[in-house]
């Protein structure tokens, strides 16, 4: 097993008891059922772990003012500041990754909160306080564009989107797809939807053949191939001011990762952090500094 594999099974899917007895069950259930098998993949692939009553243990200040928006067969919980000084000012949508909340991004919404801008906080489908229990790269996507048409039907302009981790590749789909916004900032962007299905597979044992099939019925049912997704796909229908911020020594997304989306969006600009891994840079004051001054 890689060293990838190995810092993904860290991140993602601890070595704990159960974890070993799916992968138990997946060896084995792939030679007597290999139907069962891929659909018991797929169902695995979309959950996100760790699970969302996770998040739900971390406090929110007074002044933040959760509320649900209903979304295909779940929900996107939003986090706003009714007492907010201007009520008009430009919004900034902020979007965690997979496994994620919204309390991980709190940092980046209070400095773009003290810069003017309305900060946004939004919860994906199956994560935080938001309802489902199963998502993907492809509905944040939809829900990302969901959600800032709402917010424009109620009059709000929206300055720019700032992502992490699968939030970024997300949204640097939507905006490829016609997401009005001014600017945009992808923080430790993941670059291969397709590899991260490798990955998985190697986790948990799956044959090529399992994880081919899971990687269709995702595609099958999202009306999205995984190549779609990727950086010479996505960055050169990006024609907005985009920044990448990334970690040179990122166990999660490869540093390589967030240079691919630089090369590949016109006029992008990355900015590269050393020592902060793959979630310490969503707090550290030289990147936030640097994401509200590019915001400007």
Known sequence: MTQATLDARANFYPDTTGMRLLRLSFAT????????????AYRLFGTPLPPKWAARRHA??????????????????????PDFANAHAPMVVLVHGWGGHAGQ??????AVAAQGWQPVLAEMPAHGQSEGRVSNLPQFARAIDYLHARLREQGHTVHAVVAHS????????????????ERLVLIAPPASALEFTRLFGRVFGLSEATRAAMQR???????????????????????????V??????????????????????????????????????????VLRAVVDFLR
Not at 63 to 70: C, I, N
Not at 167 to 179: D, I, K, Q, T, Y
Not at 219 to 228: A, H, N, P, W, Y
């Open 29 to 40: 259930i792939q030679k007597l059922w290999p139907a069962l098998a891929v659909r018991a």
């Open 60 to 81: 929110w200040r007074a002044e933040w003012q959760p509320d649900s928006l209903p979304f295909e067969d779940a929900s996107i919980t939003l986090h706003t500041r």
């Open 105 to 110: 991004m709190l940092a980046l919404a209070n």
């Open 166 to 181: 699968m939030g970024a590749n997300a949204s640097a789909f939507a905006v490829s797809r016609g997401l009005p916004v």
């Open 217 to 243: 019925r995702v595609e099958t049912r999202e009306g999205v191939l995984m190549s779609q997704l990727e950086p010479p796909a996505v960055g050169p229908r990006i024609h907005v001011p985009t920044l």
């Open 245 to 286: 911020v990334h970690d040179r020594g990122d166990r999660v997304n490869a540093f390589a990762d967030g240079q691919a989306y630089q090369a590949t969006i016109r006029g992008a600009r990355l900015v590269d952090t050393q020592g902060l891994g793959h979630r310490k840079l969503l707090k550290d004051t030289d």
